[in-house]
Nanobody, 122 residues
Framework: VQLAESGGGSVHTGGSLKLSCVVS????????LGWFRQVPGMERELGAI????????TYADSVKGRFTISKDNANHILYLQMNDLEPEDTAMYYC????????????????RGQGTQVTVSS
C-alpha cells in the first residue's frame, strides 16, 4: 500500500493550495480516506474525511467552509482543496486510509503517506 502526497508549499494568508494523494495497493473506492495534519510537538488533527460513499464528507470545525475533500475513483487520487489559508494551517499534511468508516480519531487510520508541508505566512 502506498499513499503519495504532493502539492504542499508556501503561501501567504488568504492563499490557496490543492493537495493530491495518489493511492495504490488497495481498493480505492472501498476505503475511507482522509487528511490529517500535524505540527511538531502538537497533537495530530483530523482535517477532512471522504467516506466510502463519495457524497459523505466530514470536516473539522477549524477547516470547515475553507477546505474541500474530493476523490477521483477512476485515477485513485484523493484531493484537498484549501482556500483562505491562515498561518494556523501551517503543518505537515498527511493522506490516510482505512477499511472502515466513520473515522473518529487519526489513530483509526491504518495507512498513511509521508506527508507534504504547508506553510502559510502572514
Amino acid at each position: 500500500v502506498q499513499l503519495a502526497e504532493s502539492g504542499g508549499g508556501s503561501v501567504h494568508t488568504g492563499g490557496s493550495l490543492k493537495l493530491s494523494c495518489v493511492v495504490s495497493g488497495l481498493p480505492f473506492a472501498d476505503y475511507c480516506l482522509g487528511w490529517f495534519r500535524q505540527v511538531p510537538g502538537m497533537e495530530r488533527e483530523l482535517g477532512a474525511i471522504a467516506g466510502i460513499d463519495s457524497d459523505s464528507t466530514t470536516y473539522a470545525d477549524s477547516v470547515k467552509g475553507r477546505f474541500t475533500i474530493s476523490k477521483d475513483n477512476a485515477n485513485h487520487i484523493l484531493y484537498l482543496q484549501m482556500n483562505d489559508l491562515e498561518p494556523e494551517d501551517t503543518a505537515m499534511y498527511y493522506c490516510a486510509a482505512e477499511t472502515f468508516c466513520p473515522i473518529a480519531v487519526v489513530g483509526d487510520f491504518g495507512y498513511r503517506g509521508q506527508g507534504t508541508q504547508v506553510t502559510v505566512s502572514s
